[in-house]
């Protein structure tokens, strides 16, 4: 897809986003001084072509290569797709994306998007605050971490059937992060409705992590006491932390991750500390050893 085909309706996104942000701040909660605007990503940072975005993939449900995503994910019925929300929260429910289409706004956030494995996008994503969603089920003050999962169903999630991973995919934050105004569930991508390889109808985009924890088809969301032991904490500890904010001064095992691909371009970037968003986050880490907490 050429980049004329697809900027306008971005823009138009963009502008129309911006204006609704800007007109519901002033009584919102969520207003912070980033809520304001709908773009994270500099002018440095061209947004990937919807052609990568929906054809390179990591989705292990559907398989372990890039190409598998897109092949098998076909095969996932997303109509009726519910959502639990439950655990320490007063107004514990269940819904459908009707219901959460109705909760919540939709606006644009561009992002940059960065793998562990060392290859890297910038999305424009529709979608919503995580924080105004969970605010909804009015959580405990003892609710310490969010734990998310994604469906289980091995019939049409064909790579479910392999036992690379424990399924289903379990992800987490901390309750801060979670409330975190970047901190993003989506619906779409360019304004399209998300397709099953980028995780429909429901995914999280935290842009300041690895990829791996921006969880896919998400259907249970729990407020918990305990860090919630995470799909790659648990299949690899030593390779994967629970925290998995970006930074190239950590070098996985395996490589280096002061650089990365972006997809699209010819030479390898630097990797930027928390992928360029440590003005926004790094008040939640000020206190922890970041080699440690990985
Ligand atoms: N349920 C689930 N969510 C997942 C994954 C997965 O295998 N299963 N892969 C993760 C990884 S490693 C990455 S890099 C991103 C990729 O998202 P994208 O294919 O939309 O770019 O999804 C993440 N979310
Ligand atoms: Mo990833």
Known sequence: MSDLKITPKSIYLKRRSFIKNSFLGISSLSLSKFA???SF???NDKPTSYEAITSYNNFYEFGTSKSDPKKNAFRLTTHPWSVEVGGLCRSPKTLDMDDIFKLNKIEERVYRFRCVEGWSMVIPWTGFSLRDFL????????ARYVKFETLYRPE???GQKSNILDWPYVEGLRMDEAMHPLSFLSTGIYGESLLNQNGAPLRLVTPWKYGFKSIKSIVKISFERDMPLTSWVKS??????FYSNVNPDVDHPRWSQKTERRIGEWLRRKTLMYNGYGEEVNDLYKNMDLKKWF
């Open 36 to 38: 304001q605007f709908s």
């Open 41 to 43: 990503a500099s002018q």
């Open 135 to 142: 605010l909804h089920f009015e959580p405990d003050d003892n």
């Open 156 to 158: 049409e999630m064909i």
């Open 236 to 241: 690899n500890p030593k390779e994967y932390g």
